[in-house]
């Protein structure tokens, strides 16, 4: 079973930048890209990033494209999501999950294909 913690959440200011990290059990990275999702307030869930560790290859979704950048350190078993240029509207609960590497496409975002997922982290941009 892979297990994912997800952390770094926190407060930050508008224009400000923060980087949250999803470690992730055992040998996931072999069988499993990695994705982040976000749960703003009132709204549904929505993909943000996905990487496939193996060849470093990466989706964004146009709200974060030029702001956020996913990467993973392999030895550590760990992704991060750096974001940048934070806005108020990317306050929301932050979700790393694990997408099954055969799945791994311009399909990423739908989030009933992802097998695991952690158990969120909150980020609050404040005005």
């Known amino acids: 079973e892979v297990q994912l913690q997800a952390s770094g959440g926190g407060l930050v200011q508008a224009g400000g930048s923060l980087r949250v990290s999803c470690a992730a059990s055992?040998?996931?990275?072999?069988?499993?890209?990695i994705g982040w999702f976000r749960r703003a307030p009132g709204k549904e869930r929505e993909g943000v990033s996905c990487?496939?560790?193996?060849?470093?290859?990466?989706y964004y979704a146009d709200s974060v494209k030029g702001r956020f950048t996913i990467s993973s350190d392999n030895a550590k078993n760990t992704v991060y999501l750096q974001m940048n240029s934070l806005k108020p509207e990317d306050t929301a609960v932050y979700y790393c999950?694990?997408?099954?590497?055969?799945?791994?496409?311009?399909?990423?975002?739908?989030?009933?294909?992802?097998?695991?997922w952690g158990q969120g982290t909150l980020v609050t941009v404040s005005s």
């Open positions: 999950a694990a997408l099954p590497k055969r799945l791994y496409g311009s399909s990423w975002y739908h989030e009933f294909a992802y097998d695991y």
């Open positions: 055992g040998s996931t990275f072999d069988d499993y890209a």
């Open positions: 990487i496939n560790s193996s060849d470093g290859s990466t």
